[in-house]
């Protein structure tokens, strides 16, 4: 039971990584009452502009060795910041300064971001002519994917808790300060603000677009790190298109499965990267492997569940942001 | 003076009820804008000279007899998709969910025609096939719309789950149907005896989706402007509070509209097994129950201006495969041209609902 447990938990962390970056980026917008839909977009944009900064970055290295791995790191990750940055900003250009959509903003930037992510992930070998038969940065991803020391000689401790990437341990310390940020501290109780009633905020002196601007932004970089995480340390630094999938939307539906609190963001992502892989564990016998696509459906149907349940609670604590979804316009009171 | 409150640069005032001429005229300043910066971005990526580019563009839409054919065919199932869309969000009902109330149509009308292919005669089967899509269709809408009307259950997740339920329902069929074993895909269904094929009208496999299309956008027009039931969704979309003060079930008018729009998009499943591919796969929709939204959006969901802008994203889609194609580049070439033109249409709106006011000279000169 054990050994199931070190090697099952391990992979759920794995698979949840990536959509705890999401979540609790997408909490840091939704709690500035902006419903960005463009999260799986975002993290598409954020994956591949890592995956072209450390291309780059590997072919001008005569050899691997060679590579620092200061710059190693760095290159992916200040790409995908800012490509996820772009994104963050062309969705706020979008829904706050010129107050459209936010639904319409969102499903665009998934349409236009998965494109993306997919076009120079299946064309950036023929755009710069390379002779690589695929992209495969496992120079990179060694970086990223490097443990702990001194994981390997703690047994089943090291297993669960220090055998991951430092990405992972980004995730959760982000969600911790997200936590803090939100709840202590007078940052956080403006955004809130915004969040939940612009015009008053705006009447107390908050700048609600600017906080807006501020909240769809971090949070686009935060949620463009999850997909960094994805190729660089899940996938081993291999990209292949539409891999990453519906992890974005599942990001989302996360949102609402914690209620808008990144701490239990943390406890959810892992228990739904369980979910996410739990069907590798249910047998199915040989002659029955149609059976695996039915169980893949576990996560979605508990998210259904889920959320038909907390809808019937109806809690005054778990609601949403009040104003979530609508465009602030000042003089529309 | 000093006193004085400094006014800021420009403000943004809100235009009541702009003209439908100043509205086109954004727009297709939009479009053109969009047009050229995605010819420029073609342009960078491909080495094409830009004149060129919209010359590939237009050959790969309506370059031949049979590229026009598809290029309409194409055309009329994005607008059967956006139209099947439009009375959930006239509604403000969220539903992104026409992937999978597609896929549960399409599936149906897989399992009538793999099922029933050898025991009932054609008619019959293709009479369970229609009835079979929209009766899977109008289910997959009809379980999000029930928990909305009971415990307003956030729809856009729920449709958003029920995709990947109909997704993986119908990988799980590929697998159990899949012909030959191992292979992983059903191929074409009842390729000998046609059977569960729909009909050629005028001896053109093209004819009956456009067809289609024509009369459901035209009823669907119809429904929501002139009968009673249309005229309940508009006051549920502008106030739910309203409808209920007046008497109107909001519970009954959620159902009911999404019964409807699931089983159109069940319909539009239909069309595509039954009629276009004969064959059932787990991508048939394509990321088009979503487009659909974007497209039934930009036209204030009014179903006869969809004709024109399925008509520009499909143009769109094909004139980039057809670039991206002879450049041997990524099909998702197409998914970003598309984005730009909908980021430029969407960001447009705003110039036709509000206007900048700038600050006025004579308060400058008093400084």
């Known amino acids: 039971m054990l050994s199931f447990l070190t090697t099952f938990i391990p992979r759920a962390v794995v698979q949840g990584i990536p959509l705890l970056f999401g979540c609790t980026g997408e909490i840091i917008t939704e709690k500035s009452g902006n419903l960005n839909l463009g999260i799986p977009g975002v993290m598409y944009v954020g994956a591949i502009c890592g995956v072209i900064g450390s291309f780059f970055y590997e072919r001008s290295v005569p050899d691997p060795s060679m590579m620092s791995p200061v710059l190693a790191i760095m290159i992916p990750l200040l790409c995908c910041l800012l490509g996820s940055l772009l994104m963050g900003l062309l969705y706020s250009f979008l829904t706050v300064t010129l107050k459209a959509n936010q639904n319409v903003v969102g499903l665009a930037m998934t349409t236009f971001g998965v494109g993306f992510g997919n076009f120079f992930g299946g064309s950036l070998i023929k755009l710069v002519d390379s002779d690589v038969p695929s992209i495969a940065l496992t120079n990179t991803s060694a970086y990223f994917s490097r443990k702990l020391p001194f994981a390997e000689d703690l047994g089943w401790f090291g297993d669960l808790f220090l055998s991951y990437g430092f990405m992972t341990y980004l995730s959760v310390a982000i969600a911790l300060l997200a936590a803090y940020v939100l709840r202590h501290t007078r940052v956080g109780l403006h955004l809130r603000a915004v969040g939940e009633n612009p015009y008053t905020a705006d009447a107390v002196g908050i700048s609600v677009s600017r906080y807006k601007y501020a909240a769809t932004c971090i949070g686009c970089m935060i949620a463009g790190l999850g997909g960094l995480y994805y190729v660089m340390d899940y996938a081993t630094g291999v990209w292949s298109n539409n891999a990453f999938g519906d992890r974005g939307w599942l990001a989302i539906a996360l949102v609402i499965f914690t209620v808008w609190r990144p701490v239990l963001g943390i406890f959810a992502s892992f228990l739904f990267g369980g979910l996410y892989i739990l069907y590798l564990y249910i047998p199915t016998g040989m002659d029955h492997m149609e059976l695996r696509e039915l169980y893949k459906m576990i996560p979605y149907i508990v998210t259904l569940v889920v959320l038909v349940i907390t809808s019937i609670r109806n809690k005054k604590d778990d609601q949403p942001p009040e104003s979530l979804g609508q465009s602030y316009f000042r003089e529309e009171r | ?367």
């Not at chain 2, 191992?182 to 009208?201: A, E, M, T, Y």
């Not at chain 2, 909001?250 to 409807?260: F, N, Q, W």
């Not at chain 2, 970003?336 to 609902?353: A, K, R």
Request: net charge positive; glycine share 10%; aromatic share 10%.
């Open chain 2, 1 to 367: 003076m000093n006193d004085k409150i400094k006014e800021p640069l420009f403000h943004i005032v809100k235009r009541d009820a702009p003209p439908i001429s100043r509205a086109l005229a954004v727009r297709a300043v939009a479009i053109i804008l969009a047009m050229i910066l995605c010819g420029i971005v073609t342009t960078v990526t491909t080495g094409l000279d830009p004149i060129q580019v919209y010359e590939s563009l237009f050959v790969g839409a309506f370059g031949s007899r049979r590229k026009i054919w598809i290029t309409m065919q194409n055309v009329s199932i994005l607008l059967l998709i956006a139209v099947a869309l439009t009375p959930a969000f006239r509604m403000r009902f969220w539903n992104v969910g026409g992937e999978g109330q597609i896929l549960a149509g399409g599936l149906a009308a897989a399992a009538c025609m793999i099922c029933l292919g050898d025991k009932l005669p054609n008619a019959l089967v293709i009479l369970c096939m229609v009835v079979g899509s929209l009766a899977a269709g109008a289910l997959w809408g009809f379980i999000p719309a029930f928990f909305k009307s009971r415990w307003n259950t956030n729809e856009t997740l729920s449709t958003l789950m029920m995709n990947y339920i109909a997704t993986q329902l119908v990988a799980f069929f590929t697998i159990v149907w899949e012909v030959p074993k191992g292979s992983g895909k059903i191929g074409i269904i009842n390729q000998d005896s046609n059977v569960g094929w729909l009909p050629q009208l005028f001896g053109s496999r093209y004819i009956l989706p456009i067809l289609v299309a024509v009369v459901i956008t035209i009823l669907m027009y119809v429904y929501l402007n002139y009968f009673k039931h249309g005229y309940e969704i508009s006051v549920v979309g502008e106030s739910e509070k309203t409808a209920r003060y007046v008497g109107i079930k909001v519970g009954k008018v959620i159902v009911r509209t999404m019964l409807l729009s699931g089983a159109l998009c069940g319909l539009v499943g239909l069309l595509l097994v039954g009629g276009i591919n004969h064959t059932v796969t787990t991508t048939i929709a394509d990321g088009q129950g979503f487009t659909g939204v974007l497209v039934a959006w930009m036209c204030k969901f009014n179903p006869l201006t969809m004709v024109f802008s399925s008509l520009l994203i499909i143009f769109m889609n094909r004139g980039a495969s057809e670039i991206s194609t002879s450049f041997g580049l990524n099909q998702s070439y197409a998914d970003i041209l598309t984005g730009i033109i909908l980021f430029f249409i969407i960001g447009c709106e705003f110039f036709i609902n509000y206007k900048v006011q700038f600050r006025k000279k004579s308060a400058k000169e008093v400084q």
